[in-house]
């Protein structure tokens, strides 16, 4: 069955250093991939998304992603984190490329620290 | 521009007990679909609706499940005979059109049955 893993469930970095979260799913095919980011009371926003072409993929706030295809992975990075970056993350893919029917990892929640 | 709105936020059900989920979508949005996270999974697609048409239902239950979004007013998730593994936090979104558009979530509706 297809499946999206978000192998950390919670990251405590501190403020100005960088994060990754990893994302692996299991597909046969490349699915299209997205990461969305939901601050505590608020909805999911989505921050990017890798459809095809360069696999590096950059997104708002300073995000970014790297799709391999080897690895079947799409790692979220961000090269200096800020206090508001604390949320919870969510990677997802769309297996059908009908862009609707998304299918979600658990979620990462990331702590930072002064 | 209002985002998408849902409530209630929280919704305490006792088991037999009939649970109503309204979603707003963003304006002008005609599309909204509704995705339910069961504690310690990720988000799993439900249903996309259309404004009176139900496109594709093929993630909702079976059975107690159901979903509709009227010409006017909110769309509802209407969940009969609650029992406790209905408790979930449920999401929707919506799109300005249908596939190829990002959707926009809401803060969702978190459901306890007891």
């Known amino acids: 069955a297809q499946s999206v893993t978000q192998p950390d469930i919670h990251i405590t970095v501190s403020e100005g250093a960088s994060l990754e979260l990893r994302c692996n799913y299991s597909?046969?095919?490349?699915?299209?991939l997205f990461w969305y980011v939901q601050s505590p009371g608020q909805g999911l926003q989505l921050l990017l998304k890798?459809?095809?072409?360069?696999?590096l993929v950059q997104g708002i706030k300073g995000f970014e992603a790297e799709f391999k295809r080897s690895q079947s992975s799409f790692n979220l990075r961000k090269p200096s984190v800020h206090w508001s970056d604390a949320a919870e993350y969510f990677c997802a893919v769309d297996t059908l490329h009908n862009d609707y029917k998304l299918s979600f990892g658990a979620g990462t929640t990331v702590t930072v620290r002064a | 521009n209002a985002g998408v709105m849902q409530n209630p936020r929280h919704l305490v059900r006792r088991r037999g007990q009939e649970a109503r989920l309204r979603c707003s979508p963003m304006?002008?949005?005609?599309?909204v679909y509704w995705y339910r996270q069961l504690p310690e999974e990720g988000l799993k697609f439900m249903v996309y609706l259309q404004k009176e048409n139900i496109i594709d239902e093929s993630g909702m239950p079976k059975e107690r499940f159901s979903a509709e979004f009227p010409k006017e007013g909110p769309s509802i998730l209407r969940i009969q005979q609650v029992v406790r593994g209905d408790s979930a936090a449920y999401f929707c979104?919506?799109?300005?059109?249908?596939?190829?558009?990002?959707?926009?979530f809401g803060p969702g509706t978190r459901l306890t049955v007891t």
């Open positions: 890798y459809f095809s072409g360069d696999t």
């Open positions: 979104a919506s799109s300005l059109s249908g596939s190829g558009n990002e959707q926009y």
């Open positions: 597909y046969g095919a490349t699915p299209y």
């Open positions: 304006k002008g949005h005609s599309h």
